[in-house]
Nanobody, 115 residues
Framework: QVKLVESGGGLVQAGGSLRLSCATS???????MGWYRQASDKDRELVAS???????NYGDSVKGRFTISTNRAFNTVYLQMDSLKPEDTAVYFC??????????WGQGTQVTVSS
């Protein structure tokens, strides 16, 4: 089965940076990867996604501050987060989507930004 392992979360001060990684394993045909986040008392929202054709989408709240990228094999996705704000505090979930539009999710990693 597909397995996603996230890393890189932690506690930082406002204005700081973090880099999240999500490594995938298993024999899958991935067409898109990305990140969602869920803050306390809020719905899960899209942070960024990247397709196999290098189509990239960002949530409005992170444009200009976050950058999504992948390795050449397209089995690891990264999220570089700069100029972090307290409102970025959330659990960040990695996901992959295959050719049948089936999604697999990681367990999530906590990002906390102090003011």
């Amino acid at each position: 089965q597909v397995k996603l392992v996230e890393s890189g979360g932690g506690l930082v001060q406002a204005g700081g940076s973090l880099r999240l990684s999500c490594a995938t394993s298993g024999r899958i045909s991935i067409v898109a990867m990305g990140w969602y986040r869920q803050a306390s008392d809020k719905d899960r929202e899209l942070v960024a996604s990247i397709g196999v054709g290098h189509r990239i989408n960002y949530g409005d709240s992170v444009k200009g501050r976050f950058t999504i990228s992948t390795n050449r094999a397209f089995n690891t996705v990264y999220l570089q987060m700069d100029s972090l704000k307290p409102e970025d505090t959330a659990v960040y979930f990695c996901y992959t989507r295959d050719f049948s539009s089936r999604d697999v999710w990681g367990q999530g990693t906590q990002v906390t930004v102090s003011s």
